[in-house]
């Protein structure tokens, strides 16, 4: 039979309770961790919250501080423009005419839509 353990705890007057350090250990939470309570036909489960994309925001610093929004923003752009073009010239050979100029052209026009972004922002 499954061994069962009983926590006994008192509830305040603002309806908290203290997790027994056993249970935090079991669940693998600390300070500032949010849990899961699944209430299921009567009863009650106690789950270590998924991690979210909020929580972890701020978790890596960025390599340059502060960061170079305009930078990141070209340098996006030409990457997206790389892959379209790719895309694009899929029955080229590598190194055909046709994908040197979407190439060519494809690195003009980021640098004239990189132009015109920061001509906007700076107005």
């Given at each position: 039979?499954?061994e069962?353990?009983a926590?006994?705890?008192?509830?305040t007057?603002k309806?908290?309770?203290?997790?027994?350090?056993?249970?935090r250990r079991?669940?693998?939470?600390?300070p500032?961790?949010?849990?899961?309570?699944r209430?299921?036909?009567?009863?009650?489960?106690?789950?270590?919250?998924?991690?979210?994309?909020?929580?972890?925001?701020?978790?890596v610093?960025?390599?340059?501080?502060?960061?170079?929004?305009?930078?990141l923003?070209?340098?996006?752009?030409?990457?997206?423009?790389?892959?379209?073009?790719?895309?694009m010239?899929?029955?080229?050979?590598?190194?055909g005419?046709?994908?040197?100029?979407?190439?060519?052209?494809?690195?003009?026009?980021?640098?004239?839509?990189?132009?015109?972004a920061k001509?906007?922002?700076?107005?």
């Open positions: 039979m499954l069962t353990r926590h006994v705890r008192t509830l007057s309806g908290q309770v203290t997790v027994p350090a056993e249970v079991l669940l693998r939470v600390g500032a961790d949010k849990i899961v309570f209430v299921t036909e009567g009863r009650v489960e106690l789950q270590p919250a998924p991690m979210t994309l909020e929580a972890t925001f701020g978790a610093k960025p390599l340059n501080r502060p960061e170079d929004f305009t930078a923003r070209e340098t996006a752009i030409a990457e997206h423009v790389e892959k379209v073009i790719a895309k010239c899929i029955g080229q050979r590598r190194g005419p046709l994908r040197a100029f979407f190439a060519k052209q494809s690195r003009i026009a980021a640098i004239e839509i990189a132009s015109s001509n906007a922002s700076s107005q």
